[in-house]
């Protein structure tokens, strides 16, 4: 199996930090469009939806700004390393990045799991403030190695996606135990 060595600035189509509209106008919240933050990831792969939302008119007032489908949002602030895809526009706060990957160098699922199986690393290249923080440019400069034959890349997402399968009920079920949560 050969392997190639990319940076993330190479693999990236896209990186984007989100943002949080101006608290002090209540319109650009309580709309139909997810606005994920890092308590929306609590390790499934795929996100459907989150706690909280924003309207159309944050979007229109350039508060916020929608990810592509297929975009891997990482968080960047504190907790580094939580990570999920998107399988629908969305948008986040300032804590997420989404990179949205070269598909015909590598799968966005298996840049998810690289990510998952990162953390230490990111969080080894975050600036080592009070809170830290692991900025776009540092982000960028990450190397990452992975198989260059997308039936490789196949075969280790369907293998690593059995075990995200038992993740994901786990996920489901305390959500169902502790609704607050």
């Known amino acids: 199996m050969e392997f190639v060595k990319y940076t993330i600035s190479e ?3 896209e990186i984007k930090t989100g943002k949080t509209p101006s608290s002090s106008n209540l319109q650009y919240f309580n709309g139909d469009i997810t606005w994920l ?3 929306d990831l609590k ?3 795929v ?3 989150s706690e909280r939302s924003l309207s159309e008119l944050a979007l229109q007032d350039k508060q916020a700004f929608l990810y592509k489908p297929g975009t891997v949002l990482i968080s960047t602030i504190g907790e580094i390393g939580k ?3 998107i399988e629908k526009p969305s948008a986040s706060n300032q804590q997420l ?3 949205l990957v070269k598909d015909d160098i590598i799968l966005p699922e298996l840049f998810f799991y690289w990510i998952q199986r990162s953390k230490v690393l990111l969080k080894n290249k975050a ?6 923080i692991l900025n776009n440019k540092l982000l960028k400069k990450i190397e990452i190695s992975f198989p260059k034959n997308e039936q490789e890349q196949i075969k280790i997402i369907g293998r690593l996606n059995k075990i995200q399968d038992l993740i994901n009920k786990r996920v489901d079920t305390i959500k169902l135990l502790y609704p607050s949560q």
């Open 11 to 13: 693999l990236a189509q």
């Open 37 to 39: 933050t890092p308590s």
């Open 43 to 45: 390790g499934q792969k």
């Open 47 to 49: 996100v459907k939806d």
């Open 83 to 85: 990570a999920c895809i």
């Open 97 to 99: 990045t989404g990179i």
């Open 127 to 132: 600036n080592k403030m009070i809170l830290p």
